[in-house]
């Protein structure tokens, strides 16, 4: 042994040096060294300080009622918050997940006897919209310019119909139009002509911020298999602004 027992009692270095030789025990960091067993002719076992006592090498410290508890109150509280932190992350990362629908919408928008020729007159386009978290089902999603370019004395199937989109291709402000002014965009005094081209500079006297012609929209003349009546049927679409060409939004 690394220390003698007279008289049967141990002296706190006596006591240490026993520890530290048989059970892996440091006085000095108040915990056990190790658990193991080694070359020494008596295996070494570990000082639980929860009970107090020596445990063998095989032997694990009994669970008492406090580690239960801690560990049944641990196992609920990470229960508890994977139950709110999946659905919370779910929601937030939503938007980023989602997919754009490209396509534009196609959608009848105004009858042809309503309309004259070479007077412009504004639709709305209604359809779903998606908004970040929130969903609706019927609104208007944009509106568009329909300008007729033939008059009754050709049939109704061969109208010459042009649509364009009330977007500014500038800064997306909303085009406007009146008889005097033609389109132009309030915003930073954008004019187009009623073609959709751009109107010069020489002919307005300053610069015309526009980078391209309105955006046209795909539209044509169909007929109700119903009521008979023709329509204007246009296929609406998005595009980026700020470009000199004419490219589609995601």
Same mark, same amino acid.
């Given at each position: 042994?690394?220390?003698?027992?007279?008289?049967?009692?141990?002296?706190?270095?006596?006591?240490?040096?026993?520890?530290?030789?048989?059970?892996?025990?440091?006085?000095?960091?108040?915990?056990?060294?190790?658990?193991?067993?080694?070359?020494?002719?008596?295996?070494?076992?570990?000082?639980?300080?929860?009970?107090?006592?020596?445990?063998?090498?095989?032997?694990?410290?009994?669970?008492?009622?406090?580690?239960?508890?801690?560990? *049944?109150?641990?196992?609920?509280?990470?229960?508890?918050?994977?139950?709110?932190?999946?659905?919370?992350?779910?929601?937030? +990362?939503?938007?980023?997940?989602?997919?754009?629908?490209?396509?534009?919408?196609?959608?009848?928008?105004?009858?042809?006897?309503?309309?004259?020729?070479? %007077?412009?007159?504004?639709?709305?386009?209604?359809?779903?919209?998606?908004?970040?978290?929130?969903?609706?089902?019927?609104?208007?999603?944009?509106?568009?310019?329909?300008?007729?370019? +033939?008059?009754?004395?050709?049939?109704?199937?061969?109208?010459?119909?042009?649509?364009?989109?009330?977007?500014?291709?500038?800064?997306?402000?909303? *085009?406007?139009?009146?008889?005097?002014?033609?389109?132009?965009?309030?915003?930073?005094?954008?004019?187009?002509?009623?073609?959709?081209?751009?109107?010069? %500079?020489?002919?307005?006297?300053?610069?015309?911020? +526009?980078?391209?012609?309105?955006?046209?929209?795909?539209?044509? *003349?169909?007929?109700?298999?119903?009521?008979? %009546?023709?329509?204007?049927? *246009?296929?609406?679409?998005?595009? %980026?602004?700020?470009?000199?060409?004419?490219?589609?939004?995601?």
């Amino acid at each position: 042994m690394g220390c003698e027992n007279k008289g049967g009692i141990l002296n706190s270095e006596s006591r240490s040096n026993y520890l530290s030789h048989n059970f892996g025990f440091d006085r000095h960091l108040g915990m056990q060294l190790a658990c193991l067993p080694t070359a020494s002719s008596q295996p070494r076992g570990s000082y639980d300080r929860n009970s107090g006592r020596f445990v063998p090498p095989c032997e694990f410290p009994a669970m008492n009622r406090r580690s239960l508890m801690k560990l *049944v109150s641990r196992v609920i509280g990470w229960t508890c918050a994977l139950v709110v932190a999946v659905p919370g992350i779910s929601f937030i +990362t939503a938007p980023l997940r989602r997919r754009s629908s490209s396509g534009g919408i196609k959608q009848r928008v105004v009858k042809l006897d309503n309309l004259r020729v070479g %007077e412009p007159t504004q639709v709305a386009i209604t359809g779903s919209r998606q908004d970040a978290w929130v969903h609706y089902d019927e609104e208007v999603v944009g509106r568009a310019w329909i300008v007729r370019e +033939t008059d009754d004395s050709v049939a109704p199937e061969e109208t010459r119909v042009r649509a364009f989109s009330s977007v500014c291709p500038h800064l997306g402000c909303v *085009v406007q139009f009146n008889s005097e002014r033609g389109f132009n965009c309030p915003c930073h005094k954008a004019f187009f002509q009623p073609d959709g081209q751009p109107v010069s %500079e020489a002919e307005l006297g300053h610069k015309n911020p +526009t980078p391209r012609s309105l955006d046209d929209l795909e539209c044509q *003349v169909v007929e109700d298999a119903e009521s008979g %009546e023709w329509w204007v049927e *246009v296929k609406y679409e998005k595009f %980026e602004y700020g470009l000199t060409t004419k490219v589609p939004r995601a």
